[in-house]
C-alpha cells in the first residue's frame, strides 16, 4: 500500500507542475514522463491517458516531433473511447487542431483515426 501511495503522490506532482511548465522541452518532458507512469505503474488508465495523451500531443507539436504529435492525438481519441464509448466521438479539441494541420497531416490522422 505504501508504494502504491508513492506512486499516487509522484503522479500528482507531475499532474500539477505540468501546466507550471514554460520551457516547451521541459513540458514535453514531464508529459511523456507522466504517460510512462500512467502505461507503467498505474494499469494505462483510460480516462487518465486521454488527458495526458492530449497533453503530450499538444507539447510534442510545439517541439517539432511530428510523428509523436499525430501518434499521441490518435491514442487522444482511442483512450476517450475506452474511458467514455465510442459514441462520444472525437473529442472537439483534436477535431479542431486536426483542421489546422496541413492536408497530409490531415490524412494520416484521419486514416490512423479510422482504425481504431
Not at 54 to 78: C, G, H, P
Not at 82 to 97: K, N, Y
Request: hydrophobic share 35%; glycine share 2%.
Amino acid at each position: 500500500r505504501d508504494e502504491y501511495d508513492k506512486l499516487i503522490l509522484k503522479y500528482k506532482k507531475l499532474d500539477d507542475s505540468i501546466p507550471k511548465i514554460r520551457d516547451f522541452k521541459d513540458k514535453y518532458s514531464a508529459c511523456k514522463d507522466i504517460v510512462k507512469l500512467i502505461e507503467t505503474k498505474f494499469n494505462k488508465n483510460p480516462q487518465l491517458l486521454y488527458r495526458h495523451c492530449w497533453d503530450l500531443a499538444q507539447s510534442s507539436l510545439y517541439v517539432m516531433k511530428r510523428e509523436e504529435f499525430v501518434n499521441n492525438l490518435v491514442k487522444t481519441v482511442k483512450y476517450k473511447y475506452l474511458a467514455h464509448g465510442r459514441d462520444t466521438g472525437v473529442p472537439t479539441e483534436v477535431q479542431e487542431i486536426v483542421d489546422q494541420m496541413p492536408a497530409d497531416v490531415q490524412t494520416t490522422i484521419n486514416k490512423k483515426l479510422k482504425k481504431i
